[in-house]
């Protein structure tokens, strides 16, 4: 069976578990789903196989049946956005190919690519031409490579290095600190302000004591797009806070990085450009199947630590004479051109019809809130900065009747909407990455279920 027809099978048992799912995501419990999953996919390595075209339609039909659709219009928890037709298709592309992007000959042009991608984000950030950089995997790489830059900054010593980030910034910050050997416990949490920002005055009083007791402020991570509540921290203040105490400035923009395209939403990032190092992720304002992060340095030298010399990849006199790949600006050795799909998307739409883009789903967020404050049984908690909208049913055992509506939700197929907590209560987000997000009707799905769950305290 060749590609093509093989590829329209599967295009049609996506079309077939899409329409049998009827919704946002499958009714039904965990177990009962993954009873499902386990009839239809059976014995996974069974004695003799069941051929190309019944395996792959199984599983085509298994993932758009069994999991959450983005592009459904009562989609809303997560950065995780409806990819365009256009990524889709050159990532099948990239898929075909198998390039990797270690040594010169597995991949020459995505080679370039990737160099060029690179370049036109910083210069988007604000950097000059010393900038660099390389495609990851998302945020969590990202971040982790920031401070590694950070930390082969300031060499082990007898004193304590140390990261200042917010209470509100990403987890993969401390996991990143324990993977480099410096610790959870140097990870210093800043107290946030009242727009949940990182408080640049806690900052400047949390770094002067860190010189006071001869500690090492090795990196300072700022958010531009907090997970919670899309919070952008001020870059401008943190920036020059690192630059009187030593301190590399690495900004998590994963998720805000994207208002970059916005001439409306830009002047939000005002700052980014003093950054030492940025992660942006387009797989959430990008419209890009994931993984789609990029790591980007003001200075290129920054990355010298990463560089690695392999007889087998990257022998010197190939590299004298050109041909030499992209391992020495990565964690990974092998590793797909994921630039393609990236740079599809940016060739095609422009940077005025990615902003449109966002702006659309800063709109309807915003809508969203207009919503919630004009209903009597909803209650915002936070309004969007640039698509995340936190808000609560109000109802006396509140955290209970909040909790258990969204799993009602979940259970019942009808929409998909987020949690977290803020201020000890739990409360519900809706992460707005769909330009086409209906959040009107999912706000109504949550009334109606938030009045099942405090009529009756049923909080399955």
Known sequence: ???????????????????????????????????????????????????????????????????????????????????????????????????????????????????????????????????????????????LMGLLLARDRRPAASRRRLVFCSRAAHFSVRRAAALLGLGEDAVIPVPTDASHRMHAGALAAALSDAAAMGEIPVAVVATAGTTDTGAIDPLHEIAALCASHGAWLHVDAAHGGGALFSSRLAPLLDGLGRADSVAIDLHKFGWVPAAAGVFLVKEAGALRSLEMSAAYLNPGDDVAEGYDGLLGVSLR??????????????????????????????????????????????????????????FRYRAPDGDLVNAGLRRRLLAEGRAVVGRTELDGRVCLKLTVLNPEADVAAVLAAVIDAGRVLAGTKETR
């Not at 060749?2 to 995501?25: K, Q």
């Not at 009873?35 to 993932?63: H, I, N, S």
Request: proline fraction near 8%.
């Open 1 to 143: 069976m060749t590609l093509n027809v093989l590829i329209d099978r599967v295009t049609e048992a996506m079309a077939e578990g899409s329409a049998a799912r009827g919704g946002p995501v499958p009714a039904g419990s965990p177990p009962e789903l993954e009873a499902r999953v386990r009839r239809v996919l059976g014995d996974v390595l069974p004695e003799r196989g069941t051929g190309a075209e019944e395996a792959a339609t199984a599983l085509a039909w298994l993932l758009a049946y069994g999991g959450p659709d983005p592009a459904d219009p009562r989609c809303a928890a997560h950065l995780h956005c409806p990819p365009l037709p256009e990524a889709v298709a050159t990532d099948l592309a990239v898929s075909m190919l198998n390039p990797s992007l270690d040594s010169w000959d597995q991949a020459p042009s995505a080679v370039t690519m990737e160099k060029a991608l690179v370049a036109a984000l910083a210069t988007l950030v604000g950097y000059g031409e010393r900038a660099s950089g390389t495609v990851t995997t998302g945020g969590s790489e990202s971040n």
């Open 333 to 390: 050795t092998t590793r797909r051109p994921d630039c393609a799909k990236i740079l599809v998307v940016l060739r095609s739409l422009g940077r005025s019809g990615l902003g449109a883009l966002v702006e659309r789903c800063h709109t309807l967020a915003n809508r969203a809130a207009d919503l919630v404050e004009a209903s009597p049984e909803l209650e915002l908690v936070v309004r969007p900065v640039l698509s995340t909208v936190v």
